[in-house]
C-alpha cells in the first residue's frame, strides 16, 4: 500500500494484472498445443501389445519420427492424411522425407553423415508380425538405425 504526503493511505493505487492475465493465457495456449502434439503422436485407434517389462523412455530433440502399424499392416505417420500402403511408398518415405533431410540438416550443423533420427514404431496389438518386420527392414534399407518397439506397460502380475 502506497501513503502520500501527509502519511495517509492512498486508496485508488491497483496493481497491474494485464501482463499476468497475458502471460497466464501464453501458458495455457502452449499447454494446449503440447497436448495437441501429443495426442497426434500416440494415435488412439493402435491398441499396444501389453507387457510387464515396458518403461517409458525420453524422447529428446526434433530427430524422432513416429510410425504407427494398424492392424491392416497400414502404416500411419504423423501429419501425413493417407497412410504409407506399399513397401515402396514406405521406402521413398524413410529415404528422402526422413534419411536425406536428417542427412542434410547433420551436415548444415557440421556434425558428418552421422544420421541420429529415432524411429518409434507403435504397432497395434492385432498386426502381423510380418508387417512389423517389413516397416523394420525399410527403416534399415533407408538408413535409419536407431528404431524402438513401443508396448503398453501392465500393471501387477
Known amino acids: 500500500m502506497s501513503y502520500g504526503p501527509h502519511g495517509r493511505a492512498n486508496s485508488d493505487a491497483e496493481p497491474n494484472l494485464v501482463p499476468l492475465l497475458d502471460l497466464v493465457l501464453q501458458l495455457v495456449m502452449f499447454f494446449m498445443m503440447c497436448a495437441n502434439f501429443v495426442m497426434e503422436e500416440n494415435d488412439q485407434t493402435i491398441k499396444l501389445p501389453h507387457s510387464q517389462q515396458a518403461k517409458p523412455l525420453a524422447e529428446t530433440g526434433p530427430d524422432v519420427v513416429h510410425l504407427g502399424i494398424t492392424a491392416a499392416g497400414h502404416v500411419s505417420v504423423v501429419g501425413r492424411p493417407q497412410p504409407l500402403v506399399t513397401d515402396d511408398e514406405l ?61 503398453e506397460r501392465v500393471l501387477g502380475g
Open 91 to 151: 521406402y521413398v518415405f524413410l529415404k528422402h522425407d526422413v534419411y536425406d533431410r536428417a542427412l542434410q540438416y547433420a551436415r548444415q550443423r557440421h556434425e558428418g553423415d552421422e544420421v541420429k533420427t529415432l524411429v518409434i514404431i507403435r504397432a497395434d496389438l492385432n498386426a502381423d508380425f510380418a508387417q512389423v518386420y517389413r516397416v523394420v527392414q525399410n527403416c534399415q534399407r533407408a538408413g535409419l538405425r536407431k528404431l524402438q518397439l513401443r508396448a
